[in-house]
């Protein structure tokens, strides 16, 4: 069974750095690509950013290029999505998806994690 | 890139077939045939439900269906049930590098 585990809750602070992460397991996590999508509170979802394991090749939606680093360790099957400096805005909820393969990049995503709530408050 | 726009909610209902729309331009939704819809019971994940405009993952129901004509993608559930109430939001390619989705249509079984 295709799962992907988020990371638990967190509360920051304006200016403090968070990473958080996303294993995935019953499949090979190295071969699909992983994107990481953000749901403010009350409102839709907004594609972040995309990576495929076995190489780090990643790409980034211009809304959010500069904004977060996308990472992963194919060795431990996990994806991680960093912020240096985080801001009140950066408040939201923040999932993980896989992105099914053989068909062009960017097209869906199938497999979704559980969502990792961040919360940034002085 | 605007989102997709979605009608902020839509009814139907129970047994009663409802479709929600997405509207996109000729860059997005009507340049390729990559559109998907998600749903999202409250607190809970998003769920691939059809992708490509009108295949079903295995395990959806045959109850909902997708198209398109032009800019607009259509997602249509048949036979409503109670379970099916949730928001839905659409995706679509959008060019490299890029994927859109819409701001969510809110269904209201009755």
């Known amino acids: 069974e295709v799962q992907l585990v988020q990371s638990g809750t967190e509360v920051k602070k304006p200016g403090e750095s968070l990473k958080i992460s996303c294993k995935g397991s019953?499949?090979?996590?190295?071969?699909?690509?992983i994107g990481w999508v953000r749901q403010m509170p009350g409102k839709g979802l907004e594609w972040m950013g995309i990576i495929y394991p076995a190489d780090s090749d990643t790409r980034y939606s211009p809304s959010f290029q500069g904004q977060v680093t996308i990472s992963a360790d194919k060795s431990i099957s996990t994806a991680y999505l960093h912020w240096s400096s985080l801001e009140a805005s950066d408040t939201a909820m923040y999932y993980c998806?896989?992105?099914?393969?053989?068909?062009?990049?960017?097209?869906?995503?199938?497999?979704w994690g559980q969502g990792t709530l961040v919360t940034v408050s002085s | 890139q605007s989102a997709l726009t979605q009608p902020p909610s839509a009814s139907g209902s129970l047994g009663q077939s409802v479709t929600i729309s997405c509207t996109g331009t000729?860059?997005?939704?009507?340049?390729?045939?990559?559109v998907s819809w998600y749903q999202q019971h409250p607190g809970k994940a998003p769920k691939l439900m059809i992708y490509?405009?009108?295949k079903r993952p295995s395990g959806v129901p045959d109850r909902f269906s997708g198209s398109k004509s032009g800019n607009t993608a259509s997602l249509t559930v048949s036979g409503l049930q109670a379970e099916d109430e949730a928001d839905y939001y659409c995706?679509?390619?959008?060019?490299?590098?890029?994927?859109?989705f819409g701001g969510g249509t809110k269904l209201t079984v009755l």
């Open positions: 019953g499949y090979i996590f190295a071969n699909y690509w």
């Open positions: 995706g679509s390619y959008a060019g490299s590098n890029n994927l859109l």
């Open positions: 490509e405009v009108s």
């Open positions: 998806a896989r992105h099914p393969p053989d068909t062009t990049l960017l097209t869906s995503f199938d497999y």
């Open positions: 000729n860059s997005d939704v009507g340049g390729y045939n990559y």
